[in-house]
């Protein structure tokens, strides 16, 4: 069976209809009219219009347009009745309904259209009664059909810029909640790439010379391997509390005040040279910069860590030879280079997750540097430019 295409009207319509239509019973009861003049005679015929101006406020919100075409035709039928209040109050609804809940061409076009109408029925009621009583015509016009429809604007007007404000509440509190996420996640990176640099290297001294104090029958080679053990554990105990006890006080600060810089990369060879002899390693630093000007401190820690390492990696995986670090800088941007043979030596090695690659990777990135690491011509690279002008740092 067809259903039935009329919407289903809101609860709220179906108040203001019952109590319209119980409105204008009350008032027809009580014969009170709006006009005793040259109208039909049947005092029942206004309850017509009534009804229909009621059955009109049941749809003045699930279609408005409908609603007003029914109430303009009801209300035209009322004037030549003896007219019922109820009728022209219930048409005042459905009239600003038409503008609140209507399509927003009907909220563009309906006011104007019943200000036209309004200044019409005023000249025309002016032009055929010819008395300044006529105005009231007007006026009364326009309070019936111009008012409403102005007072629509008005109220739909404050009601969408209601829902944009809402919507751009919304709107930010998404974006807060992303600029969150993103700097929870940022932190997170920039804590494990922090962690990873100040114990990996440690740790893989620690692993390398307890399994050579292990697999070597040598009294005086397991004494010496661990000593290099005691002391990477201690140094790297040291980091850890360090480490720690920045993440419990919170500071605000992106990078500590203690951070290393490149001046410490001297004390930086130096361990890993003692750390690597055994493996058949050399350690040299290269400097050819000829300025002595301090870097950013970005700059100095990303430096400092890539270099960090890259001589930990190859303390796990390179071959015995020389492990060049080479630092240069051309214009305002620094470089940094360390190359190792390539390939595995005989003595034990520590296992690596390449966590290494992608935190140096991003310490460049960082800071809107450059950053390649792999073999070139039987030796390992890794290669990092980073900008040095603070205006470039981070960009």
């Not at 005793?36 to 005092?43: A, F, N, P, R, W």
């Not at 007007?157 to 944009?164: G, P, T």
């Not at 290099?228 to 980091?239: F, K, P, T």
Request: net charge negative; charged share 20%; hydrophobic share 45%.
């Amino acid at each position: 069976m067809p259903t039935s295409s009329l919407p289903r009207p809101h609860r709220d319509d179906v108040l203001i209809a019952a109590l319209g239509l119980l409105g204008g019973l009350v008032l027809w009861l009580l014969d009170l009219y709006m006009r005793t003049g040259d109208v039909l005679g049947d005092t029942r015929l206004p309850l017509v219009p009534l009804v229909v101006m009621s059955a009109a406020e049941l749809l003045r919100r699930a279609s408005p347009r409908t609603a007003l075409g029914v109430g303009t035709v009801a209300l035209l039928a009322d004037q030549c009745t003896h007219g019922n209040l109820a009728t022209v109050a219930m048409y005042t609804d459905v009239m600003y309904a038409a503008v609140l809940y209507g399509s927003p061409t009907a909220a563009r076009r309906i006011p104007v259209a019943t200000f036209l109408v309004s200044l019409v029925v005023t000249i025309g009621s002016l032009a055929w009664f010819r008395s300044p009583e006529a105005l009231l015509t007007g006026i009364v016009t326009a309070l019936v059909v111009f008012v409403p429809a102005l007072t629509g604007v008005s109220v739909r007007n404050h009601r969408d810029a209601a829902e944009a404000a809402r919507l751009r509440a919304d709107q930010t509190a998404l974006l807060a909640e992303m600029d969150r996420t993103q700097a929870v996640t940022a932190e997170r990176a920039r804590m494990a790439r922090e962690l990873h640099d100040l114990v990996a290297n440690h740790l893989s001294a620690i692993a390398i010379h307890s399994t050579a104090a292990l697999s070597i029958g040598d009294p005086e080679t397991s004494r010496t391997a661990l000593g290099v053990i005691r002391e990477n554990s201690v140094e790297g105990l040291a980091e850890m509390r360090r480490l720690i006890g920045l993440l419990r006080t919170g500071a605000a600060d992106p990078e500590p005040s203690s951070s290393p810089t490149l001046g410490s990369l001297d004390a930086l060879i130096e361990q890993h040279r003692a750390a690597a002899a055994d493996g058949g390693l050399t350690c040299v630093l290269e400097d050819t910069r000829t300025g002595s000007e301090p870097l950013p401190a970005p700059v100095e820690l990303a430096a400092y860590r890539i270099v960090q390492e890259s001589l930990t990696n190859a303390l796990k995986h390179a071959a015995p030879g020389r492990v060049a670090v080479r630092l240069g800088q051309a214009g305002r941007r620094l470089t940094v280079e360390v190359d190792s043979v390539l390939g595995g030596g005989p003595g034990p090695r520590a296992p690596g997750s390449g966590a290494g690659l992608v935190g140096m990777r991003e310490r460049a990135a960082l800071l809107g540097g450059e950053f390649a690491a792999g073999p070139e011509d039987g030796i390992w690279r890794v290669r990092a430019e980073l900008p040095v002008d603070e205006g470039e740092v981070g960009s």
